[in-house]
């Protein structure tokens, strides 16, 4: 066994802890789970600080539980939220339990060799049979009105001006998360619910529960909210949240976000996204302070967050994808990329539509570049930039003399052109 508690502290992953946690989990191994909410088919990265808590639990000796929601995720909780979401049919919740078991294999030995090998539950699969009216008598009459509106979570959706107020739906939502720790401490040993700070009002309930119906005790642990430090919200881009998922959002733009991450924020994202050592990071730290401009701390933080969400290949492809952008690269790295791929490298880059017969007898360069794209704003210029050897035409410096060819396309579609070293434009062929 090692000291769950104090790894947490040192990785900042530790927000709060109920006390003689640290103690009972020192007793010997004990079992934890955090809830995941099963809305998508994806996990996204917002949901990877309590996927990291269980794998440090299981590679502290312990057994850790991932409890998919599928009958809290068809109530909705009211934590951090401003008005309900939509609900979802047994089907769907069904089909995204698979794909996020998959998802979370990555980071969690479920192969059942080990005493503490990692569980899949869902609640939906104790819920289901419950009536109301027997909720209501067996869980419900051992927590008070009172006790449920001092949580943090229902005082500020009653306080908030928010027209829809709270439904009675996702009034009753910390009862049912308070039930699933009293099944999991009853069925499986169960005593520790981890979480984020919002959620800590629910796991509360939870060992209320646990107390008085079973007799028993249940504790509660829970990590910091991610923020940013410019203040804008975490595992957010313009696209909107940034996925697990490889069809969501690609590896290339995954690896881009956590490459762009502020000093400060990837001083702070290292110890919690990584299996780093202590010693390897405060290295790190030091190395990347006495020379910021290498970015060494985002470097190794996105070379191994991607690593463990997609693979070394997909790594690998990002960093050349970055380096057509940001550094070195030859005609023959273009062609290797795929159209996605691309497609996102170049986004947002001025393009023009050409026929493929442009192609038939070789596309001369004024053309390309003026006259049939208004890349360059005339002939003449276009001439000038030539002579002073300022264009590529995919990565490659090219003369007016220069065709463009069907030997040229990229992903047998598209042309890469190029002024100086940021001026970009994309011809698509067609």
């Given at each position: 066994?090692?000291?769950?508690?104090?790894?947490?502290?040192?990785?900042?992953?530790?927000?709060?802890?109920?006390?003689?946690?640290?103690?009972?989990?020192?007793?010997?191994?004990?079992?934890?789970?955090?809830?995941?909410?099963?809305?998508?088919?994806?996990?996204?990265?917002?949901?990877?600080?309590?996927?990291?808590?269980?794998?440090?639990?299981?590679?502290?000796?312990?057994?850790?539980?991932?409890?998919?929601?599928g009958?809290?995720?068809?109530?909705?909780?009211p934590?951090?939220?401003?008005?309900?979401?939509?609900?979802?049919?047994?089907?769907?919740?069904?089909?995204?339990?698979?794909?996020?078991k998959?998802?979370?294999s990555?980071?969690?030995?479920?192969?059942?060799?080990?005493?503490?090998?990692?569980?899949?539950?869902n609640?939906?699969?104790?819920?289901?049979?419950?009536?109301?009216?027997?909720?209501i008598?067996?869980?419900?009459?051992?927590?008070?009105?009172n006790?449920?509106?001092?949580?943090?979570?229902?005082k500020?959706r009653?306080?908030?001006?928010?027209?829809?107020?709270?439904?009675?739906?996702e009034?009753t939502?910390?009862?049912?998360?308070?039930?699933?720790?009293?099944?999991?401490?009853?069925?499986?040993?169960?005593?520790?619910?981890?979480?984020g700070?919002?959620?800590?009002?629910?796991?509360?309930?939870?060992?209320?529960?646990?107390?008085?119906i079973?007799?028993?005790?249940?504790?509660?642990?829970?990590?910091?909210?991610?923020?940013?430090?410019?203040?804008?919200?975490?595992?957010?881009?313009?696209?909107?949240?940034?996925?697990?998922?490889?069809?969501?959002?690609?590896?290339?733009?995954?690896y881009?976000?956590?490459?762009n991450?502020?000093?400060?924020d990837?001083?702070?994202?290292?110890?919690?996204?990584?299996?780093?050592?202590?010693?390897?990071?405060?290295?790190?730290?030091?190395?990347?302070k006495?020379?910021?401009?290498?970015?060494?701390?985002?470097?190794?933080?996105?070379?191994?967050?991607?690593v463990?969400?997609?693979?070394?290949?997909?790594?690998?492809n990002?960093?050349?994808?970055?380096?057509?952008?940001?550094?070195?690269?030859?005609?023959?790295?273009?062609?290797g990329?795929?159209?996605?791929?691309?497609?996102?490298?170049?986004?947002?880059?001025?393009?023009?539509?050409?026929?493929?017969?442009?192609?038939?007898?070789?596309?001369?360069?004024?053309?390309?570049?003026?006259?049939?794209?208004?890349f360059?704003?005339?002939?003449g210029?276009?001439?000038?930039?030539?002579?002073?050897?300022s264009?590529?035409?995919?990565?490659e410096?090219?003369?007016?003399?220069?065709?463009?060819?069907?030997?040229?396309?990229?992903?047998?579609?598209?042309?890469?052109?190029?002024?100086?070293?940021?001026?970009?434009?994309?011809?698509?062929?067609?």
């Amino acid at each position: 066994m090692t000291n769950f508690v104090k790894e947490l502290q040192w990785r900042g992953m530790l927000h709060d802890a109920m006390p003689g946690t640290e103690e009972h989990l020192l007793e010997g191994m004990q079992s934890a789970y955090v809830g995941i909410d099963p809305t998508a088919d994806s996990l996204h990265i917002g949901h990877l600080v309590g996927v990291m808590m269980l794998r440090h639990f299981q590679l502290a000796g312990h057994k850790p539980y991932a409890l998919i929601g599928g009958a809290t995720g068809m109530i909705g909780d009211p934590s951090g939220k401003s008005t309900e979401r939509n609900l979802l049919d047994e089907k769907t919740l069904r089909h995204n339990q698979n794909a996020l078991k998959e998802q979370l294999s990555r980071f969690l030995d479920f192969s059942g060799n080990e005493d503490n090998a990692a569980v899949l539950v869902n609640n939906y699969d104790w819920m289901k049979n419950f009536s109301f009216l027997e909720f209501i008598r067996d869980v419900g009459k051992h927590i008070t009105v009172n006790y449920m509106m001092s949580k943090d979570s229902v005082k500020k959706r009653l306080s908030s001006e928010a027209k829809e107020g709270m439904s009675f739906t996702e009034f009753t939502y910390q009862l049912v998360q308070g039930y699933d720790f009293l099944h999991l401490f009853r069925e499986n040993n169960c005593s520790l619910q981890m979480g984020g700070s919002d959620q800590w009002g629910n796991i509360t309930t939870g060992t209320e529960l646990i107390r008085r119906i079973a007799g028993g005790k249940g504790y509660a642990l829970t990590c910091p909210l991610i923020t940013k430090a410019d203040g804008t919200k975490f595992g957010k881009t313009e696209g909107g949240n940034v996925w697990l998922d490889a069809e969501r959002t690609s590896p290339y733009k995954f690896y881009q976000y956590w490459l762009n991450t502020s000093d400060e924020d990837a001083e702070k994202y290292i110890k919690i996204f990584t299996f780093l050592g202590q010693q390897e990071i405060e290295d790190l730290i030091k190395q990347h302070k006495e020379a910021p401009h290498l970015r060494l701390l985002q470097k190794k933080l996105a070379d191994e967050i991607t690593v463990m969400v997609h693979s070394q290949e997909d790594l690998d492809n990002a960093e050349r994808a970055s380096d057509i952008l940001f550094g070195k690269s030859t005609a023959s790295d273009l062609k290797g990329l795929n159209e996605k791929t691309f497609l996102e490298i170049f986004e947002g880059v001025p393009q023009a539509e050409l026929s493929r017969s442009e192609l038939t007898n070789g596309l001369d360069m004024i053309g390309a570049l003026a006259a049939k794209t208004n890349f360059l704003g005339s002939n003449g210029e276009a001439r000038r930039e030539l002579k002073q050897n300022s264009i590529s035409v995919n990565k490659e410096k090219v003369k007016e003399d220069f065709l463009i060819t069907e030997n040229d396309l990229i992903n047998n579609k598209f042309v890469l052109l190029q002024r100086g070293k940021k001026n970009y434009f994309v011809l698509v062929l067609s």
